[in-house]
């Protein structure tokens, strides 16, 4: 099974509306890590937010906020007031347990914003 | 601030050719990764080293090897190249700590003909 899922290979938004990238999960570790990273068409990994397991209020990063629904394996990405800037895949990742642990990725989704 | 530094960007090879990546770091990051990226597939784990003289196998290691002789610097060699290798390839290094993100160099893409 897939420890990361990202169920959207694309998404269309107009500039300056919100858009909700998915992102489920799969863990039995209590403590894990999740992760959302930027790569746009010049190729670099940019990193947008993290959210840790036992955190209790939902990560946001400017613009970026995650929205974490623990019960249901959740950890979606939310972008407010698209910008053309914001055409790029995104990846969500996960990291379980704590010290030596890998991170993990999901197949991303390519978000492209229109003036 | 160079962070980490892959070398060469780009590559070509023809197959059954060897050639080895390299990437450093210069944020003293105990851990190193090394991905390959293609299309539809995300990013999948080939090696990974938690510190200087140790490396691991991820996701797909078979027919990679790495190296971590220095703390700064992880290896990737490809000794005998397949086509299947055609791929970019991203490292990564990271401190200790489960929050910790990955930072990642700008990548190597590799064609094998």
């Known amino acids: 099974a897939q420890k990361i899922t990202q169920t959207q290979p694309g998404m269309f938004v107009q500039e300056k509306e919100a858009v909700t990238l998915d992102c489920t999960y799969d863990?039995?570790?209590?403590?894990?890590?999740l992760f959302w990273y930027k790569q746009p068409s010049s190729g670099e990994m940019i990193f947008l937010i993290y959210?840790?397991?036992?955190?209790?209020q939902n990560a946001t990063e400017g613009r970026y906020s995650l929205n974490f629904q623990k019960a249901r394996k959740s950890a979606n990405l939310v972008i407010s007031a698209s910008q053309l800037g914001d055409s790029a895949m995104y990846f969500c990742?996960?990291?379980?347990?704590?010290?030596?642990?890998?991170?993990?990725f999901g197949k991303g989704t390519m978000l492209l914003v229109s003036p | 601030n160079a962070g980490v530094t892959q070398t060469p960007k780009f590559r070509v090879l023809k197959t059954g050719q060897s050639m080895t990546l390299l990437c450093a770091q210069d944020?003293?990051?105990?851990?190193m990764y090394w991905y390959r990226q293609d299309p539809g597939m995300g990013l999948r784990l080939i090696h990974y080293?938690?510190?200087?003289?140790?490396?691991a196998k991820g996701e797909v290691p078979d027919g990679y090897n790495v190296s971590r002789l220095k703390k700064q610097n992880f290896l990737l060699g490809l000794e005998s190249a397949a086509p299947s290798q055609t791929s970019v390839y991203f490292c990564?290094?990271?401190?200790?700590?489960?929050?910790?993100?990955?930072?990642f160099g700008n990548g190597t893409r590799l064609t094998v003909t």
């Open positions: 944020m003293n990051h105990e851990y």
């Open positions: 990564a290094s990271t401190e200790r700590g489960s929050y910790s993100p990955l930072h």
């Open positions: 863990t039995s570790d209590p403590s894990y890590g």
């Open positions: 959210q840790g397991s036992y955190d209790q």
């Open positions: 080293s938690v510190g200087e003289g140790t490396t």
């Open positions: 990742a996960m990291r379980e347990g704590r010290g030596y642990s890998t991170l993990t």
